[in-house]
């Protein structure tokens, strides 16, 4: 069999997290970096000649340039929020196929608007949470999904703070309304809920109950807040995001035979190793001094980061796409999921901690 | 200096958890056991010779005569909660000293009546909340207080679950509305609450919200439920607390710059040494690809057990009033707010999950 052409990245914009990506993309053995796009073509050159592109990488001076240029496959978008509907739109429109940074989109209306221009042109739509890429995270699910070790799932708890420094919180675009205006919802509060939804075989909670006490700038735009989601089974789950706390990312979810912790869920401790604990049938010995059996550690080695996963994963499915395949609704269902539960607790802030319905 | 004799304990009732106390009377230098009363004398016989009374103890067929015996300093009390108020007023009465197991009451205008007694008589009081006594806690406490490896207290999320097998649900006091009523709550909940009251410095919430989906036996007793806490400076606290899920007992808290995590805070997984996690300013390396610094276990030996610990704390108080010092205010007083947030979580779910105000 013919070794099968790397996927054509174009990377849309000099965002910092394009950094990661620019590193991710040449590591996946399956893609290849080929050009970056500013609005500022000396910026452009700047990260280009910073970030490891091929010297025959093209530069582009706008998005525009870029997405007409045939021998880009897919497009890499890192761009603020209240520009996804835009340029994903327009991406899709020029048949390529776009890895587009979280939060989708500042609103599940708008996502669907990038979803029907995605499914028109027939091009591959995945999110950039890269830690479902890890190989730990199948690693976890398996734990989540046997019935002997977890049993059934009855809450997930959920966060993911870090503490904003000055400059971030007058000055970074996750604090603009008009930038990324669903602020650390949008951001830290993302992956809260896709964990939790992933805990939960993505089935959606029934209620939405944003917290008491959420923290807005003066522009009205989110820096920290917490929410408590509810399904028809009885299942529960608490998350808490935030600009203003140390940094923390925990999962815990307890099922009636097991419990998983993990502590570093969105970005691991290390690149090349990656761990999480795990309970099952935990009790205590015969006096209650101690427990019996105790949580293990599960250690998961890493061929790739997860980021470079994501994108080996990404490219594989523009190949399959390349070869006749249909794209996979997978992600941009997941994406679509954790969109409408960001909205009813944003809903939920808006009405003052009312309950709200989710409505797939 | 003369070696000053031991606090002599008596035991009231001969329930699970006074074998494990029996066994810490013991193990504390500065008490000793002298008597057990059951209302069944063959009982109190049998659980004295299985849990290493010695042979001059005193064993008793009812309560009332243990409380008569003025050999006896201090008792310890691990009734069904509906019986504290009756037996703890009459043991401050009797003037014993009292040790008094969770929930201290069925609510704190019961817990008054205890105090009032208490209060009289010039006993001490203290709870048999064992993990405060652990030589863990102050070092936990020492990084919540450090400005700079904490910092401000943010957030707590506490939660305690173990899943109780059929014959528990069916038959364990803590199911029965009128042993035990507060249920998981009055169990479970006091862990969670008092964790999270500890992190506080025991400043009380503002507000309490108990989470929807609350579970209830058929007799109205929670078997499982979920809180959140609102104070005036924007700190907030989840809890979980469930007779349904299995063994998990967590604290997180995060500061402005830090961030702590134990997860065996009520029962150290292991007697003899414990440890917790902790994080300052933890933040990420460069490209982002790993934490710098990364959190850092904390590791503490024991000399002894936490509940013999908690006896030896509750003998010096008690041998120091005998010396001619006032009762220690500080552990009612914890009880106290314990209670009242108990209650606030009580009444916000029977008001359907309304916001309750808490005031002291």
């Known amino acids: 069999?013919?070794?099968?052409?790397?996927?054509?990245?174009?990377?849309?914009?000099?965002?910092?997290?394009a950094r990661k990506l620019s590193r991710a993309i040449n590591l996946a053995p399956n893609a290849e970096l080929c050009a970056v796009a500013s609005r500022s073509l000396d910026k452009a050159k700047a990260f280009a000649a910073a970030n490891g592109f091929p010297s025959h990488a093209k530069i582009y001076g706008s998005y525009d340039a870029l997405l007409d240029d045939p021998?880009?496959?897919?497009v890499?978008?890192?761009?603020?929020?209240?520009?996804?509907?835009?340029?994903?739109?327009l991406a899709a429109k020029k048949n390529k196929h776009l890895l587009l940074e979280k939060p989708v989109?500042?609103?599940?209306?708008?996502?669907?608007?990038?979803?029907d221009a995605v499914e028109s042109s027939g091009v591959q739509l995945m999110d950039g949470t890269m830690w479902m890429h890890h190989a730990r995270t199948p690693a976890m699910k398996d734990f989540l999904s046997d019935a002997d070790r977890f049993g059934q799932l009855k809450t997930v708890h959920a966060c993911f703070s870090f503490a904003a420094d000055s400059?971030?919180?007058?000055?970074?675009?996750?604090?603009?309304?008009?930038?990324?205006g669903l602020g650390a919802l949008g951001d830290a509060g993302w992956y809260c809920i896709r964990s939790i939804l992933w805990a939960a075989n993505f089935e959606l909670p029934k209620t939405v109950i944003a917290l008491p006490g959420a923290v807005l700038n003066d522009a009205g735009v989110i820096l920290a807040c917490g929410a408590s989601l509810h399904w028809e089974d009885g299942k529960s789950a608490t998350l808490h995001c935030s600009f203003l706390s140390n940094l923390t990312m925990d999962i815990t979810a307890t099922g009636t035979k097991g419990t998983l912790h993990v502590n570093d869920f969105i970005i691991p401790f290390q690149e090349k190793e990656a761990y999480f604990s795990t309970g099952t049938k935990t009790g205590f010995d015969e006096l209650v001094t101690g427990w019996l059996p105790q949580p293990s550690k599960q250690v998961i080695t890493t061929d790739l980061p997860q980021e470079a996963r994501m994108v080996r994963e990404f490219a594989n499915l523009v190949r399959a796409i390349k070869n006749g395949s249909k794209p996979e609704t997978k992600w941009p269902t997941i994406s679509r999921k954790t969109q409408l539960v960001l909205d009813a607790v944003k809903a939920s802030i808006d009405k003052g901690f009312k309950p709200v319905e989710v409505v797939y």
């Not at 070794?3 to 965002?15: D, T, W």
């Open 71 to 74: 021998d880009i496959d897919a």
């Open 167 to 180: 400059d971030f919180l007058k000055n970074d675009i996750r604090v603009k309304p008009d930038l990324d």
């Open 1 to 17: 069999m013919a070794v099968e052409a790397p996927i054509r990245f174009g990377i849309l914009g000099c965002a910092e997290i």
């Open 105 to 115: 989109a500042l609103n599940v209306s708008e996502f669907d608007a990038i979803l």
């Open 76 to 89: 890499y978008a890192p761009l603020p929020t209240s520009l996804h509907l835009y340029w994903a739109v």
